[in-house]
């Protein structure tokens, strides 16, 4: 079967193992627990026919003590970068993941998920931040806890991952 | 003696009884897995092919801890133990050149190794009225990157820049309901939901956690039973790991800070020191 690489990346504390709970075996919790390293999860998903394996590579977080692993970046097929709508510094820094990210894995397809979307209430998002990252594309508003979003933004993903490159 | 491994990895494994038990349940393995071309002799006359295939290896460290049942939990671990080694001694064929394809094959082999290890207990003990069961952490180092496949509630952590960080998460009941809102963790570490396992080798459930992460040289990795950490907590063992000691005199150190401190289940410990 067709494996694929997918790094979840982002600020610590924006979601993304939780992401990864939720849409591998759908549970989520409101314990946080900091990644180290890499957490590794696998799901099968069917693309038009098609089964992949998506290996999904959990990152720990960017923090002030250590910065994205570049090293586990490597060989990546595709990136979902995190940030979570309720800290508005988390999704400043999606800029800068994306060139970590490009630089370890290149330009391989990408969606990005503004999680937290259940704690609307301390949203913290302007409009201008968020037309910035429609800009990006791919955009999904996600949230971990009740499951909104997530089984769309990793099927896309999937997609992205499954469309043959130009003159293959 | 600890063993200086290459890459510079300075490993010591020590099981102890404790001092309330009289069978000890737990077992421990640190291992060098090789694979290589290893020339003799020849008359070519450009040899350095050789030389790309000499000398990668990975190290493998594993603790198991046999709770339970009529065979006993000994049994357990040490069928777990024996039957990992055998599984990977048979499919694993090369460290060389991971790439992204093949560190996914290694690592789905890696698992594959406690899957096969959990059925041989089952297979040995599944049909007794009270089957044992194993708790296992394996840790298959390929400098500088380390693969962890968990089960249970045997730990792995690792001191980096004086800060030590948990590799594995246990498998218990205890952590169950602290994640689902239902304990808090003071009530759970009262609770002797904390020493139930969820998931276990030679169980109805074993649900093996996956992860990696590279090293750096000046980290110190710790495997462990929980006969440590029921008598030495994280502080006491960031102090010990933090020594300007072999892998050999922190693992002793340890066992010794258990024993101490009630020695009321058996004990394994590894330490690792990457020299770099």
């Not at chain 2, 509630?153 to 498998?171: C, E, F, I, K, V």
Request: contains cysteine.
């Amino acid at each position: 079967m067709i494996q694929k690489k997918v790094c979840m990346v982002g600020v610590f504390g924006t979601g993304k193992t939780s992401l990864v709970q939720q849409y591998v075996h759908t549970k989520f919790t409101d314990k946080y627990h900091s990644t180290v390293g890499v957490k590794i999860d696998r799901k099968v998903v069917n693309v038009d026919g098609t089964d992949i394996t998506l290996v999904l590579w959990d990152l720990a977080g960017r923090d002030p003590q250590q910065d994205v692993g570049s090293s586990y970046l490597k060989g990546a097929h595709g990136v979902i970068y995190v940030g979570d709508g309720t800290r508005r510094e988390t999704v400043s820094e999606l800029d800068d993941l994306l060139r970590v990210a490009t630089a370890a894995a290149g330009p391989v397809p990408s969606v990005t998920a503004i999680n937290k979307i259940d704690l609307t209430e301390q949203w913290a998002l302007t409009p201008e931040d968020y037309q910035a990252l429609v800009k990006r594309g791919g955009l999904f508003r996600t949230s971990a806890k009740t499951g909104e979003g997530v089984e769309a933004m990793f099927l896309q993903l999937a997609r992205f991952l499954t469309v043959p490159k130009a003159g293959a | 003696m600890s063993a200086i491994f290459s890459g510079g990895i300075d490993v010591f494994g020590l099981s102890d009884v404790g001092r309330k038990r009289t069978r000890n349940e737990d077992h421990f393995v640190i291992a060098t897995l090789r694979k290589e071309i290893l020339l003799r002799q020849s008359n070519l006359a450009d040899t350095s092919v050789f030389d790309a295939a000499r000398g990668v290896e990975a190290q493998l460290l594993a603790v198991a801890d046999g709770v339970g049942g009529q065979a006993g939990g000994d049994v357990a671990s040490r069928t777990a133990v024996t039957a990992l080694v055998g599984y990977l001694n048979t499919t694993m064929t090369c460290f060389n050149n991971l790439d992204v394809d093949a560190e996914h094959e290694f690592l789905e082999k890696l698992e594959a190794g406690v899957h096969a290890a959990h059925q041989q207990v089952r297979d040995a003990h599944g049909r007794d009225s009270r089957p044992p069961a194993t708790t296992l952490t394996m840790i298959t180092l390929l400098w500088p990157r380390a693969y962890v496949v968990h089960v249970g509630d045997s730990r792995a952590m690792y001191l980096h820049n004086g800060w030590l960080r948990p590799l594995t998460r246990d498998q218990t009941m205890g952590e169950a309901m602290v994640d689902a809102g239902a304990m808090t963790e003071e009530q759970a570490a009262r609770s002797s939901l904390s020493q139930t396992l969820y998931s276990a080798l030679g169980a109805q459930d074993m649900l093996p956690s996956v992860g990696l992460v590279d090293f750096a040289a000046g980290d110190v990795l710790l495997m462990c039973s929980d006969g440590l950490t029921k008598h030495v907590n994280d502080t006491r063992i960031s102090e010990v790991l933090s020594q300007p000691w072999t892998a050999e005199m922190m693992t002793k150190t340890l066992v010794q800070d258990a024993l101490e401190g009630g020695g009321s289940d058996n004990v394994t410990v590894i330490v690792a020191r990457m020299i770099g």
